[in-house]
């Protein structure tokens, strides 16, 4: 699971590794940021640490992924197994994915996309699944083409 997969391009989509902070975290802000969560309205720092954190605790169903070309990272994803009332084996939510700015429209959301596949069958999870914002039009183009849109609607309550 911790080998490296090549796509096009000499771009490999491999697991995060504590090394990778540096360059991780201002693709994490940039992708916080996209959803609004930057200067009043940013993650505490906690949030963040704990994030990273949860990556290389074994005892964490949270893992993530990074897309790399020549040393650079260029894209993260991020995704959990959970326990569902409808499988007997964990589903894999796959919560966050970005790309920097400059590496965008090059294959890398959906390579990453399909790293977290292969990481969801090896770990024999019967589905991926992911939310997206209405209006992330962009990206829904992308989805489109490698998933089904499954016709339901988040509702969520904040406290």
């Known amino acids: 699971m911790n080998a490296k997969s090549q796509i096009p391009g000499e771009v490999f989509v491999r697991p995060v590794t504590r090394q990778d ?3 991780w975290l201002p693709l994490w802000d940039g992708y916080n940021a996209f959803y609004g969560r930057a200067g ?9 640490g704990m994030t990273w954190a949860r990556f290389f605790d074994a005892h964490e169903p949270v893992h993530g992924l ?5 040393g ?12 569902s009332t409808t499988a007997i084996e964990p589903v894999c939510y796959l919560q966050d994915l970005f790309t920097a700015e400059s590496a965008r429209g090059k294959g890398l959301g959906g390579a990453l996309i399909h790293g977290v596949y292969e990481r969801a069958r090896l ?5 991926v699944y992911w939310q997206t914002h209405q209006t992330d039009l962009t990206a ?20």
Do not use: C
């Open 21 to 23: 902070y540096d360059q």
């Open 40 to 48: 009043a309205t940013a993650l505490a720092p906690e949030t963040t």
């Open 66 to 70: 990074v897309a790399e070309s020549g």
């Open 72 to 83: 650079q990272l260029l894209g993260l994803t991020n995704y959990l197994f959970h326990r």
């Open 123 to 127: 770990a024999g999870s019967p589905r």
């Open 140 to 159: 829904m183009q992308l989805y489109d083409k490698v998933a089904e849109h499954s016709g339901f609607v988040v509702y969520r309550k904040l406290f």
